[in-house]
């Protein structure tokens, strides 16, 4: 079904049928463990000028040519338009504080071959993982060199893994940073941008990475963030999340999640404060 509000293609809004409705949700719940069962409208508003643009009458052909793109294109275009890339500078920064005066101080004694491993996961636009790399060089200053403490930052989406890769944001997205890291950490650029230095940006290596799939890494984290990120998933998507990565997490390594998320009551994971949680052995 059809309904104009107006005579621009750009107003018209393709309906979904409730079958088409449930193969689109069941298709992103299974492959990317996101849950769109209450979003029904916003799906429709926001894949409707694809649609239109496609050539498409119904979402079942779109879906169709979702699921044999075998490049991979389509079903990024389709997330990025349906889930919110939100990050920032100092977000939730009192984990930013933690790290500094704890988790860092704490492998500095533990980690005696001078390096420890972090995922930053669902970095989206790198900004969670660039912050990660400059508190580290905070902490560490002239000691710094001595360490490997590489990121690594994944996300499933190419759209926002590109602008995080460039490491460009506006005087805006700087906002809550300390004014003296602007200057220490990010080159000035034409049109009032700053882009990451290369000495912070060599710190994180960014990669396409599903939650969903199956973890292959070679060794364990000692620090995970998955902040804000798993709003997305229903409780037992979560919870095998969360229990993948306590498997990836190396004794005493750390979990650090958003504020409006939570383990579960059943989590092998040592409660430290919001938000943040531990592997103890």
Request: hydrophobic content about 35%.
């Amino acid at each position: 079904m059809v309904e104009k509000s107006g005579t621009s293609p750009q107003s018209t809004i393709i309906r979904m049928t409730d079958a088409e409705f449930a193969e689109l949700t069941g298709f992103v719940k299974q492959t990317y463990g996101i849950d769109l069962t209450k979003k029904r409208v916003l799906i429709e508003s926001r894949l409707a000028h694809e649609l239109h643009q496609r050539g498409f009458t119904n979402f079942h052909q779109y879906l169709d040519a979702v699921r044999s793109d075998k490049t991979g294109s389509e079903v990024t275009t389709m997330l990025n338009k349906l889930t919110t890339n939100l990050s920032f500078f100092m977000r939730e920064n009192e984990h930013f504080t933690y790290l500094a005066q704890q988790v860092l101080p704490f492998f500095e004694k533990t980690r005696k071959n001078n390096e420890f491993r972090i995922w930053s996961a669902g970095c989206s636009t790198g900004q969670e993982a660039y912050n990660i790399a400059m508190v580290i060089d905070e902490y560490f200053g002239s000691r710094k060199g001595k360490w490997d403490t590489t990121i690594l930052a994944t996300d499933i989406s190419m759209r926002v893994l590109s602008k995080a890769q460039q490491g460009i944001y506006t005087e805006a997205e700087l906002k809550d940073l300390p004014p003296a890291w602007r200057t220490k950490y990010f080159t000035a650029l034409p049109k009032g941008n700053y882009q990451v230095c290369d000495r912070i940006r060599k710190e994180v290596v960014f990669r396409p990475g599903n939650l969903m799939e199956p973890f292959h890494f070679k060794r364990p984290f000692d620090l995970i963030f998955c902040r804000n990120v798993m709003i997305y998933f229903d409780a037992p998507t979560k919870d095998s999340i969360i229990n993948k990565f306590y498997d990836w997490t190396s004794p005493g390594g750390y979990l650090f999640i958003g504020h409006s998320e939570s383990v579960g009551s059943n989590t092998r994971y040592s409660y430290i404060q919001p938000a943040i949680y531990q592997r103890r052995s």
